[in-house]
């Protein structure tokens, strides 16, 4: 908890409640050089890779690396644990075997992933995305952040060099199994009354852009008759996102971030950016509820004289851990629940690679991605203590 108190120092959003923490700004660069400070004080091994994921390795590093971690990065007015649990859990789960006298049989680190909630650049899981290929290098590098800078601009400045972005073998051949302890997001656990779960799959999910474009004018001098008003168009395709999603159980759309371009109160916009968040449990049925979102979307457009387009920015296919750790891992934890999640991680992007886990630690109201987000402390140490027992299985 202290750890947790001492990264809370940091990030803290005035003006949104909770943290703002982008990937390679001011305080995401903060936590990063405090996560190396706080790990180097129990004597691991720091280095950060090719594309600024940081590893901290306790004795000689890899292969067939037990490795646990999480992120420190944000999304914007997030909540205190979404990361940094992970993190904060895996120095204290060191520590602890450190003070028992472990000493690893096989290599172990903590791994700290950049920009998992992609709040700078859009995509998320990015640092693991271009560990494992499933992003292109040159298109990372020419992602941009709201202020007009590039990732490849963003990297250097972090001291990453962004000629060397891109699929690292030697990472993840290192990594022999990889677990990602997390604040539950959603209220599985409370329902269940326990405070710890392991993971059993996440949801597909994929972000788009949607550019809703019309007729910039006078909010005084033009009819309502002689409008083409992007924002008016951009309200109806929310509609339409809402409603292709609630006619489909289980499935999920969101639209929560817009550009409102030029964004004046006396002033009829001229474009308006959408960004939609969509996730379903199959990749079918994710790809579905796009096109019938789509479909709404066009609609709404057209009847309000405007234009869209619609760019798939990122996509990530559904996931099932791997069963065979899930089982161990539940049973060596006397039969903790599994369950699902819709959110995306890291672990989940690692898990086409190698094989990979995640533990859940309850979240009383499920809310996260928002300042309320909360675990007690006792859940909190209770997810410490599953760490501990299965990384001490393993070493
Ligand atoms: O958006 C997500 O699901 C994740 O928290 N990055
Ligand atoms: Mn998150
Ligand atoms: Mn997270
Ligand atoms: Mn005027």
Same mark, same amino acid.
């Given at each position: 908890?202290?750890?947790?108190?001492?990264?809370?120092?940091?990030?803290?959003?005035?003006?949104?409640?909770?943290?703002?923490?982008?990937?390679?700004?001011?305080?995401?660069?903060?936590?990063?050089?405090?996560?190396?400070?706080?790990?180097?004080?129990?004597?691991?091994?720091?280095?950060?890779?090719?594309?600024?994921?940081?590893?901290?390795?306790?004795?000689?590093?890899?292969?067939?690396?037990?490795?646990?971690?999480?992120?420190?990065?944000?999304?914007?007015?997030?909540?205190?644990?979404?990361?940094?649990?992970?993190?904060?859990?895996?120095?204290?789960?060191?520590?602890?075997?450190?003070?028992?006298?472990?000493?690893?049989?096989?290599?172990?680190?903590?791994?700290?992933?950049?920009?998992?909630?992609?709040?700078?650049?859009?995509?998320?899981?990015?640092?693991?995305?271009?560990?494992?290929?499933?992003?292109?290098?040159?298109?990372?590098?020419?992602?941009?952040?709201?202020?007009?800078?590039?990732?490849?601009?963003?990297? +250097?400045?972090?001291?990453?060099?962004?000629?060397?972005?891109?699929?690292?073998?030697?990472?993840?051949?290192?990594?022999?199994?990889?677990?990602?302890?997390?604040?539950?997001?959603?209220?599985?656990?409370?329902?269940?009354?326990?405070?710890?779960?392991?993971?059993?799959?996440?949801?597909?999910?994929?972000?788009?852009?949607?550019?809703?474009?019309?007729?910039?004018?006078?909010?005084?001098?033009?009819?309502?008759?002689?409008?083409?008003?992007?924002?008016?168009?951009?309200?109806?395709?929310?509609?339409?996102?809402?409603?292709?999603?609630? +006619?489909?159980?289980?499935?999920?759309?969101?639209?929560?971030?817009?550009?409102?371009?030029?964004?004046?109160?006396?002033?009829?916009?001229?474009?308006?950016?959408?960004?939609?968040?969509?996730?379903?449990?199959?990749?079918?049925?994710?790809?579905?509820?796009?096109?019938?979102?789509?479909?709404?979307?066009?609609? +709404?457009?057209?009847?309000?004289?405007?234009?869209?387009?619609?760019?798939?920015?990122?996509?990530?296919?559904?996931?099932?851990?791997?069963?065979?750790?899930?089982?161990?891992?539940?049973?060596?934890?006397?039969?903790?629940?599994?369950?699902?999640?819709?959110?995306?991680?890291?672990?989940?992007?690692?898990? +086409?690679?190698?094989?990979?886990?995640?533990?859940?630690?309850?979240?009383?109201?499920?809310?996260?991605?928002?300042?309320?987000?909360?675990?007690?402390?006792?859940?909190?140490?209770?997810?410490?203590?599953?760490?501990?027992?299965?990384?001490?299985?393993?070493?």
């Amino acid at each position: 908890m202290a750890g947790l108190d001492e990264i809370n120092e940091t990030g803290q959003d005035a003006q949104r409640g909770g943290y703002s923490r982008h990937v390679w700004q001011g305080p995401d660069l903060e936590l990063r050089a405090w996560f190396i400070e706080r790990a180097e004080r129990i004597g691991l091994a720091v280095e950060t890779d090719r594309n600024g994921n940081i590893w901290a390795w306790w004795g000689t590093p890899g292969p067939d690396a037990v490795v646990t971690g999480s992120h420190l990065d944000s999304v914007p007015g997030g909540g205190a644990y979404d990361g940094p649990l992970g993190v904060v859990s895996a120095l204290d789960a060191i520590a602890r075997l450190q003070a028992t006298g472990v000493t690893p049989s096989r290599p172990c680190a903590i791994l700290v992933f950049a920009e998992e909630e992609g709040s700078r650049f859009g995509i998320a899981c990015l640092g693991s995305r271009l560990m494992t290929g499933t992003l292109d290098a040159d298109r990372a590098r020419a992602l941009v952040d709201p202020d007009g800078v590039t990732l490849a601009e963003a990297a +250097a400045h972090a001291g990453i060099d962004p000629a060397h972005l891109g699929t690292d073998r030697d990472a993840l051949n290192r990594i022999g199994l990889f677990v990602e302890l997390h604040i539950e997001q959603g209220r599985g656990l409370i329902d269940l009354g326990h405070p710890v779960a392991v993971a059993s799959s996440i949801l597909a999910h994929g972000r788009w852009r949607l550019t809703m474009t019309g007729q910039g004018n006078h909010a005084g001098a033009t009819l309502m008759t002689d409008r083409r008003d992007p924002m008016v168009a951009a309200a109806r395709a929310v509609l339409a996102v809402q409603e292709a999603a609630s +006619a489909r159980p289980g499935t999920r759309a969101t639209v929560g971030r817009m550009n409102i371009i030029p964004c004046g109160t006396n002033v009829i916009p001229s474009r308006v950016e959408a960004w939609l968040d969509a996730r379903a449990e199959t990749d079918e049925e994710t790809r579905a509820l796009v096109s019938e979102i789509t479909a709404g979307v066009d609609a +709404a457009v057209a009847e309000n004289g405007c234009a869209v387009s619609i760019v798939e920015e990122s996509w990530a296919g559904s996931v099932h851990f791997d069963p065979e750790l899930r089982d161990r891992f539940s049973a060596a934890l006397h039969g903790v629940p599994t369950l699902p999640t819709g959110a995306g991680h890291d672990a989940g992007v690692l898990a +086409a690679s190698v094989p990979s886990a995640m533990l859940f630690v309850r979240n009383p109201t499920g809310i996260s991605h928002s300042p309320e987000e909360f675990a007690s402390a006792e859940d909190c140490m209770a997810g410490i203590d599953a760490l501990e027992k299965l990384l001490r299985t393993l070493l």
